[in-house]
């Protein structure tokens, strides 16, 4: 070969370098992820998604990317959400709790990899835990079912409280979240507490709440299982303050950013394991042949600090049977 023809040669093969990476970067797999709320309440959340896509191989820049969309308007932008990310043809999509259903609406074909709030089989989602069927599998909570453990926890903590107050969602489209609110009020019928079901769908309906609850002088508060509410932490826990009423809420990481009481599923655990089913679809799993795993570890967590600031004594026997007690 002759030197000019040489150079010509290997001039074309570096031109064609940057189409090849690009080509290469364009195969990349992508991952649709949308949630309700907004992305700095699940912050805390992605370390531990990206900590089980690792465990299968996957790193987000590496091998694997994310289009997230964030549903901060509420639950009527999940159905746009679900068909942006349909048109976009994701490789995988990635559903948490109250999105699932527009999530499955959406495609009959794109796995789904999703976080259940309650029983995702008496919610319709799939066929039976150990084989799903169709395109969607994923990680049950118990969201949607703690409520009258939450309850007795928060009569334990006041037994004082003539009036509870109990914050519900009346947009959220889960029956499971609507059958645990009825749940609640049937625990509370059955030891005679009366109860005031207040209903909050945005910023300014949780104000409103709040101001009905001082004017009913409720004495405690139960925040039903929402990712409205979650998405809303610091709204509620100042209100609570502000208004001494003692509050009892679904996740640990509420109690650490200062609420009185948690109990609920654990939420790092439970994303671990839907990033671990992500990366098996990726390689080539199929939903449908993925048992829907039971997030099985719940934590009671107690700050003290904020028993103390409200003026609460904590039975010893309550804080005994805490998993975390904040001092």
Do not use: C
């Amino acid at each position: 070969m002759k030197r000019r023809q040489f150079i010509t040669l290997l001039g074309g093969a570096a031109a064609a370098w940057p189409l090849a990476a690009r080509a290469q970067q364009s195969a990349m797999p992508v991952i649709g992820f949308f949630s309700l709320g907004s992305p700095g309440a699940f912050a805390t959340q992605l370390p531990a998604l990206r900590s089980g896509l690792k465990g299968e191989g996957f790193e987000e820049g590496s091998n694997v990317a994310f289009d997230f969309r964030w549903l901060a308007t509420g639950y009527d932008q999940a159905r746009e959400a679900a068909a942006e990310l349909v048109a976009r043809r994701v490789d995988v999509i990635v559903a948490t709790t109250s999105a699932v259903l527009a999530a499955k609406a959406a495609t009959p074909t794109i796995p789904i990899v999703a976080v259940f709030g309650g029983d995702p089989v008496n919610a319709g989602f799939v066929a039976s835990l150990n084989r799903p069927g169709a395109n969607l599998t994923g990680v049950g909570l118990f969201a949607f079912s703690l409520g009258p453990k939450r309850f007795e926890l928060l009569r334990e903590l006041v037994p004082s409280a003539k009036l509870i107050a109990v914050l519900v969602n009346p947009s959220q489209p889960d029956p499971e979240a609507r059958s645990d609110a009825s749940d609640v009020e049937a625990a509370a019928r059955a030891v005679g507490q009366q109860i005031s079901m207040l209903n909050a769908s945005s910023e300014g309906d949780i104000d409103s709440a709040f101001a009905a609850m001082v004017q009913q002088r409720a004495g405690a508060l139960l925040v039903m299982a929402d990712p409205m509410f979650n998405d809303r932490r610091q709204q509620i826990i100042a209100l609570a303050a502000r208004h001494a009423i003692p509050t009892i809420y679904e996740w640990r990481e509420i109690a650490q950013a200062g609420g009185l009481m948690s109990y609920g599923s654990s939420l790092p655990d439970a994303i671990r394991h839907l990033g671990t089913y992500v990366g098996r679809v990726l390689k080539g799993a199929k939903p449908a042949d993925l048992p829907v795993m039971r997030a099985v570890k719940i934590e009671l967590v107690i700050n003290l600090k904020t028993a103390k600031a409200l003026g609460l004594e904590v039975p010893p026997t309550l804080s005994a049977r805490a998993d975390e007690v904040i001092e």
